[in-house]
């Protein structure tokens, strides 16, 4: 049975160098903290009696085991992989796997105004929204569709 945003927090990932938000390229990233992201999310979610468990890591298989986890545990994923977007079949596999689980793909730069071998994303190949070049305020929105998606009819928005 599906779950729903009232019964199951929102899996919200972020892939390598995401630690470092606010202080790697603050030009291009900004200087908001995952910190402020987690409150911001955090606040987004409530708002629409959910709840959100954000992680962070730099290791590709700690993030597969995770999407794992949101596959019988949560109500949908938001993802930032970072990185791993242009490199990672096994996160796309993973996600693959989650049948019937809303996958938002979140970029807070605007990766098609950047260098072209970020224009691919693999994750894009399963995510149900992309959101990109809207900074942290991305991952609101992310929380917002997975919300409308993940809410209690359990109806497309």
């Not at 919200?12 to 291009?28: A, F, K, S, T």
């Amino acid at each position: 049975m599906p779950r729903t945003l009232a019964s199951a927090p929102i899996m919200i990932l972020n892939g390598p160098n995401l630690n470092l938000l606010g202080q790697r390229q603050p030009e291009i990233y900004g200087s908001d903290t995952l910190t402020d992201v987690e409150a911001l999310c955090a606040g987004a979610a409530a708002a629409r009696g959910g709840t959100v468990d954000l992680r962070q890591s730099n290791h590709e298989g700690e993030l597969v085991d995770w999407i794992h986890e949101a596959r019988l545990n949560h109500c949908g994923i938001v993802i930032n992989p970072g990185a791993y977007s242009h490199t990672s079949v096994a996160i796309l596999d993973a996600l693959n796997a989650c049948d019937g689980l809303p996958v938002i793909e979140v970029h807070i730069s605007n990766i098609h105004r950047r260098e072209s071998f970020r224009h691919h994303s693999y994750v894009s190949l399963r995510a149900d929204g992309v959101i990109a070049g809207c900074g942290v305020q991305g991952y609101v929105f992310a929380v917002e569709r997975i919300a409308a998606l993940a809410g209690p009819g359990l109806t497309e928005a």
